[in-house]
């Protein structure tokens, strides 16, 4: 009778659980289990109806992709069949979907059915060792757009472990096919054209790889976690681990987003993986975690090798950076005997980064001078300095301004006042607040904006932002990389005697990039231009830019921006085609996401350096 | 025999974890590409570097040799090779965050002992530019032994 009663419960039980997939969200059946109903969403990596997930052993009913209740009875009834198997070493799948597993133990649906032995997972979990987790942030790659918005993934800490290295690491990463350059690689990353797996690897591959490979400061933050939302986290990356891939989406399903998905199982908090936008920012994963009072313990900031590189150069005096420069450049010998530590750590130092900026392709004369260095030193006293090495954190993810922009502005341009509006999906530019970004650079995606001008009584665009980039990298002895500058838009006609004129807009420059203070930058870059428009005599103008930039972060509320633009139209007569426009900017922050900008440019009048139209501006935004 | 399998375990880690294609017959890369179709060579590789030398062959997911004496020298012989420039850096200062890291694999508790003493040894435990991870590793090893504090306080050796 008690054996009937108990069989009785489980049914209804399980009935209430499916309810909540058939009712609304409202009815008091479905109100008794709403955690349940979003927990196995979660597991199942659901978001607006499909399931993220695409590797077919991540479903065990046929229709488990689009159906969640078809997915749960096919899981019971998986668990319950001694015979069944799962995933891609066909284990049982009570072995394979752990935390699905232990998620219907607790719901008592699975009381009756026999508890499989499952030593790979018990095997792998201890190897893991694993007490707590740690979100992991990679700066961007400088100079290099495709990770300009950073990177994302999460440590295991070891129990009772001793330094950090020898941790797991877990990340989602894409697959990229090797022969995959350029555009194709943007586009097959926008479409879902390669395939996303979960990596777990050592964290000194991620240290190598990130901090040393590609010169990336890694910025660790510690969550405080119970030994239940740990076990939860582990148990749920094994499952995805044995079964599936997700296809990758650079803008809303890459490393963070599916990362987050997966966080917000053990932490079953809804803000942490919320999808606010169409798409989802490393930082974004960061913000939300930060949010949450008592939720990351302490925080830690690994620099990148350069900015290690540069700690140890400005420590040396002149006539010793002299040194360490003729010696890591030349064939010349190491002096008998050589004894000036801070030479042969600037030597080797110097020249460990050559060695990763050429991607292991130092000289010969190069390798001989670092391992004579190297056996130098070692001979040398023993370094005893363990202080930590301090370093600016300002670009830490957490302090910056959210991605998108509203702004509201008013323009004078000569005699005509205009009025505005401005909308931009995001990201960062040159005059934007640098607190949490990379400084003085500028990635701005989808930028549209609306002017009324009074005085033609008229309603138009202003400009249409497809894209707008600026690397201001430094150029340095050891680094001699060029700034670059890329943008393709619609914007205004300024050197013609034309209202509310519009033209295609294209550009890609390169040139050097100075920085003599922290807080300054000075940019000369040169390239080519191409802009189209009706207005034009010939409809179109292809030639030569070169634009200076003077940028310098006053205060921290206050920066000032400086620059003058020439552009000559080679497709006709060079020397008479030009036109050029000179612009002043200044930011004031008041708050992280609020700006005021004042910005007045003269644009001179096409073959002319005679002004032909002024532009002033005032203009309010606020981030979102 | 030991330092056969050390060598041939060496040898599959520096395949998969820098090669292009490492179709080695273990791990779970091999298993994964043919039975999802993901049959690029990079797939296997990638996902052979991660599972083979850490977590598949060291904690025998991947159907591989799982014997403990293997586990702990593959642990090290894969950190070694992964590490090897670093390491060559910080043992000439014999200070740094990976040569402590690299004692714990040996299971040595003072890392500043285990520091003076890969620096005082730095021609013996890497005799040339060309020393691989697998020989720097059992040089090291070879070191410890030979030195009496390290060698009684070193728990892995």
Redesign the interface.
Known sequence: MLKLKLKTMRLLLLLVLLSNFLRPADSSAGALLPIQQDYWLKLLHYYQGTSRADGENFFLAANGKTNPEAELLATIAAFKDPNAQAGWFKYHPQCVFRERYQFLKKAGLLSAVPEIACPEFDEWKKGLNAESITLVFSSSYPNNPSSLFGHTLIRLNQKGKSNDLLDYAVAFSAMPEKDDLGLVFAIKGMSGGYKGLLEITKYYTKVNEYNNGESRDLIEYDLNMTADELDRLINHLWEIYQTTYFDYFFADENCSSVLVDILAVPFKLDEVNAHQRWYYLPSEMVKAFKKIPGRIKSEHFRASLKKQLEKKLAKLNKVELLEVRVLSETTKELPYNYDQIPVLDGIISLLDFTRYRTKDNLSDEQKVMMRKALLRRAALAQDTDHTPVQYEQKNRPDLGHEPRKFSFFTRSEDDHWLLGLEMKQGYHDLMSNDLGYDPFSQFDFLIGSLVYDQKLNRLSYDQLTLVDLVSLHTYKFFDPQFAWAAKVVADRIYDLDCQLCHRFNARAYLGPTIRPTAKMALALMSGVFGEASKHYQKGTRVGIGLEGSFLLQLTDSLKLGLFNELRADASHQLRKDYYNRASGKLSYFPELNTEWRLESSAVSKFRSFKTNQWINQLNYGFYF | MKNVIIGLIALISATSAFA?DSSSGCG?GY??AP??S?V?S??RS??N???SN??AM????SGCAKHSIVKNDAKGI??AE??L??L??E????????V??FA??FGC?N??AF??MV??N??NV?PS?STSGVELYNNVKAQIKNNATLASTCSLI
């Open positions: 292009a779970m298993e994964v039975k999802q993901l690029s990079s797939t990638l996902v570097a991660t599972f850490t977590i060291t904690l025998g997911t894969h950190f992964a590490n420039n670093q060559a850096i043992m000439a200062r014999g200070n740094g965050e990976f402590t890291s714990t694999v508790q890392s500043s520091g003076s620096q005082a730095y021609e890497l530019v």
